[in-house]
Antibody
Framework: QVQLVQSGAEVKKPGASVKVSCKAS????????INWVRQATGQGLEYVGW????????GYTQKFQGRVTMTRDTSIATAYMELSSLTSEDTAVYYC????????????WGQGTLVTVSS | QPGLTQPPSVSKDLRQTATLTCTGN????????AVWLQQHQGHPPKLLSY???NRPSGISERFSTSRSGNTASLTITGLQPEDEADYYC???????????FGGGTKLTVL
C-alpha cells in the first residue's frame, strides 16, 4: 500500500535550519509529485511548494522562496524539505503529500512532522 | 489577501444535510475548480473529491461536490457523528502561480 513516512519531530532555535524527510513506498516514486503543506497549531493549511521526483524540478510559494529547498534521493525514494532562517512563525506541522502532476489530487499524506522553533 | 473564502463554522443536526461553500475568483475556483479535504483533529487531511467532482475510492456517496462560477460547494447528506471535522477547499491560482487553501470550515454535527 502507498505510504509516506516522515521524519520525527524537531526543535530548533531561531535562525537555524530544519530538514524534514518523507520516505515513499508502495508506488513508483518518480511518477508522482511530492508537495509540502504546513499547519500551525489550531490554524489552517498553508502551501509551501512542490517537487518532481522525476527530474528534480521544484516550485515554491513566493512567501518561502529563498528560504526553502526541496530535494530528493530517488535511490531511496525519499523527498526532503529544508527550511532555513527559522522564526517562531515557522512552528507548525509539516506534511508531505503525493500528488499526480498537474492535478490537485492530494491523495496520500505523510503523518506530519512537528517543527518547533523556540529559543 | 488572496485566498479562498470559507465560512468558519457550520452546525447541522444529525441526519440532516450540510452544504459548505468555497468562494474564489476567475483565476482559481472559476478557472480550474477546487478539491475538498477533510481533517479530523490530530490527523492529516484526507482527499474527499477530485477536481472533476468525482470521489476517490472509499469516500462515501454522501459526499458530493459541485461548482457554480467562482464558488465550489461540498454537500454532505445524512450527517453522521464522524462527519464532524474541519473541511478545506483548495485550488490552483493561475495568476499567482500557487496553490491556495481556504481557511477551513469546522462542521459540527448536533
Amino acid at each position: 500500500q502507498v505510504q509516506l513516512v516522515q521524519s520525527g519531530a524537531e526543535v530548533k532555535k531561531p535562525g537555524a535550519s530544519v530538514k524534514v524527510s518523507c520516505k515513499a513506498s508502495g508506488y513508483t516514486f518518480s511518477n508522482y509529485d511530492i508537495n509540502w503543506v504546513r499547519q500551525a497549531t489550531g490554524q489552517g493549511l498553508e502551501y509551501v511548494g512542490w517537487l518532481s521526483p522525476n527530474d528534480g524540478n521544484t516550485g515554491y510559494t513566493q512567501k518561502f522562496q529563498g528560504r526553502v529547498t526541496m530535494t530528493r534521493d530517488t535511490s531511496i525514494a525519499t523527498a526532503y524539505m529544508e527550511l532555513s532562517s527559522l522564526t517562531s512563525e515557522d512552528t507548525a506541522v509539516y506534511y508531505c503529500v503525493r500528488v499526480t502532476s498537474g492535478s490537485l489530487n492530494f491523495d496520500y499524506w505523510g503523518q506530519g512532522t512537528l517543527v518547533t522553533v523556540s529559543s | 489577501q488572496p485566498g479562498l473564502t470559507q465560512p468558519p463554522s457550520v452546525s447541522k443536526d444529525l441526519r440532516q444535510t450540510a452544504t459548505l461553500t468555497c468562494t474564489g475568483n476567475s483565476n482559481n475556483v472559476g478557472n480550474q475548480g477546487a478539491v475538498w479535504l477533510q481533517q479530523h483533529q490530530g490527523h492529516p487531511p484526507k482527499l474527499l473529491s477530485y477536481r472533476n467532482n468525482n470521489r476517490p475510492s472509499g469516500i462515501s456517496e454522501r459526499f458530493s461536490t459541485s461548482r457554480s462560477g467562482n464558488t465550489a460547494s461540498l454537500t454532505i447528506t445524512g450527517l453522521q457523528p464522524e462527519d464532524e471535522a474541519d473541511y478545506y477547499c483548495t485550488a490552483w491560482d493561475n495568476s499567482l502561480s500557487t496553490l491556495l487553501f481556504g481557511g477551513g470550515t469546522k462542521l459540527t454535527v448536533l
